[in-house]
């Protein structure tokens, strides 16, 4: 049987690291899970793999897209199985990794049988976004389905749009929908969950803000203003650079947003990746010891 070792976590934990580590050992390739790397053009913003780190193991879907594109949930499952049948055909082992919980749940547990959106739906919810921004949608998922209104990244309106469009169209709660059964996979899943303090992980998300800032992130995000209404770019680390440069705000409010932005993206992930089934969860300290002493007893 071939093996998934799939590696969960909040944003900047060592997930990265976890992965090319566990890569090397075993010699295997990366596929990732997070949506936001998928874009070439937001390297900084997303805290990409540096050029050093992907030269030290094979990675998949980094960079891959560009923010012109369009992409979904539904087309990265059916392109990351294939990849997977491709590394499955001369290894015995896979490693995803990313903080991407749908996209990681689409691969390891499969999409659901949902319905194609309905357009008149999707017009009337549009024109409540574009005439009364995105909190009445906020609001109304929150009343519709509170669970999913939880852990769903508020401020992504494509996200609340496709549930609240989902709701309206099935009489039943997005979480409903999404607790289907679906198709067994043909390779057995480990899902290894690195888990640290609060404060650690706070830390580590404020210094990796300031690393992005040294890094140039000021510059990605001006190159980028242009395409700002992209949807890829409706996130963490550009819009509130964005609001800096419309002179809504000073730099330094724009960088202790991101921070605080990042950190209640962190909360969700955590509360996300609790409600997962069967992970072996692992210091941050000391990931990849506890994670091959893992494999060994399973082995």
């Given at each position: 049987m071939k093996r998934l070792i799939s590696i969960v976590g909040t944003t900047g934990i060592g997930k990265t690291?976890?992965?090319?580590?566990l890569a090397k050992h075993l010699d295997t390739e990366i596929?990732?899970?997070?949506?936001?790397?998928?874009y070439k053009e937001m390297k900084i913003g997303t805290a990409t793999p540096t050029d050093e780190e992907?030269?030290?193991?094979?990675?998949?879907?980094?960079?891959?897209?560009?923010?012109?594109?369009?992409?979904?949930?539904g087309l990265y499952e059916e392109q990351a199985l294939k990849k997977l049948d491709e590394i499955f055909s001369k290894k015995d082992v896979a490693i995803m990794v990313g903080g991407s919980?749908?996209?990681e749940k689409a691969v390891v547990e499969g999409m659901n049988d949902l319905p194609e959106a309905d357009e008149e739906n999707q017009k009337k919810?549009?024109?409540?976004?574009?005439?009364?921004g995105i909190e009445p949608l906020q609001e109304l998922l929150k009343e519709l389905d509170p669970e999913y209104f939880s852990i769903v990244d508020k401020d992504n309106s494509r996200r609340l749009l496709r549930a609240i469009d989902i709701i309206w169209q099935t009489?039943?709660?997005?979480?409903?929908?999404?607790?289907?059964?679906?198709?067994?996979?043909?390779?057995?899943?480990?899902?290894?969950?690195?888990?640290?303090?609060?404060?650690?992980?706070?830390?580590?998300?404020?210094?990796?803000?300031?690393?992005?800032?040294?890094?140039?992130?000021?510059?990605?995000?001006?190159?980028?203003?242009?395409?700002?209404?992209?949807?890829?770019?409706?996130?963490?680390?550009?819009?509130?650079?964005?609001?800096?440069?419309?002179?809504?705000?000073?730099?330094?409010?724009?960088?202790?947003?991101?921070?605080?932005?990042?950190?209640?993206?962190?909360?969700?992930?955590?509360?996300?990746n609790r409600k997962l089934e069967n992970v072996n969860w692992v210091n941050y300290n000391n990931s990849l010891e506890e994670a091959l002493s893992l494999l060994n007893k399973l082995d």
């Open positions: 690291r976890l992965a090319i580590d596929i990732s899970c997070d949506s936001r790397q998928f992907l030269a030290e193991a094979k990675h998949h879907f980094v960079g891959n897209i560009s923010i012109n594109d369009y992409y979904s949930i919980g749908m996209y919810l549009i024109d409540i976004f574009e005439n009364q009489g039943k709660t997005y979480t409903e929908n999404l607790s289907t059964p679906k198709a067994k996979r043909n390779f057995e899943i480990i899902r290894f969950g690195i888990e640290a303090p609060r404060e650690i992980i706070y830390e580590r998300i404020n210094l990796r803000v300031d690393k992005m800032m040294e890094n140039g992130l000021l510059d990605e995000a001006k190159s980028l203003i242009d395409s700002r209404e992209k949807v890829a770019l409706q996130t963490v680390g550009y819009s509130e650079l964005f609001r800096y440069f419309d002179g809504e705000w000073d730099l330094d409010f724009a960088v202790s947003e991101i921070k605080k932005n990042s950190r209640r993206y962190a909360k969700r992930q955590t509360t996300w």
